[in-house]
């Protein structure tokens, strides 16, 4: 069983900054891409950032240039830092990776819980 953890969450003012992590674990062989997808309240769930095991990553438009992805393949771990906090983007913070639990198996996405991040004006 795989479980993605995420921490990092809370309040912060516009211009403030918050790291996001999180955490695989489990029965894990390999993990190819990581993410952070985020959700506002009556919108879509969308891609924040994503980032390759080889460390290529991708970046919504709304927040390049602000939010930084990172890696710790060693460990699983997967970070978000994130700077220049707008209003906008206010909405709950989930964890994504796409893994296989052994040599033989596909590969299935997994989600983290969610971590509320709040920016206030």
């Known amino acids: 069983q795989v479980q993605l953890v995420e921490s990092g969450g809370g309040l912060v003012q516009a211009g403030g900054s918050l790291r996001l992590s999180c955490a695989a674990s489990g029965t894990i062989f390999s993990i190819n891409a990581m993410g952070w997808y985020r959700q506002a309240p009556g919108n879509q769930r969308e891609l924040g950032a994503a980032?390759?095991?080889?460390?290529?990553?991708d970046y919504a438009d709304s927040v390049k240039g602000r939010f930084t992805i990172s890696r710790d393949n060693s460990k699983n771990w997967v970070y978000l830092q994130m700077n220049s906090l707008k209003p906008e983007d206010t909405a709950v913070y989930y964890c994504?990776?796409?893994?296989?639990?052994?040599?033989?198996?596909?590969?299935?996405?997994?989600w983290g819980q969610g971590t509320q991040v709040t920016v206030s004006t």
């Open positions: 994504h990776a796409t893994i296989a639990e052994s040599y033989s198996s596909y590969e299935h996405n997994y």
């Open positions: 980032i390759t095991s080889g460390g290529s990553s």
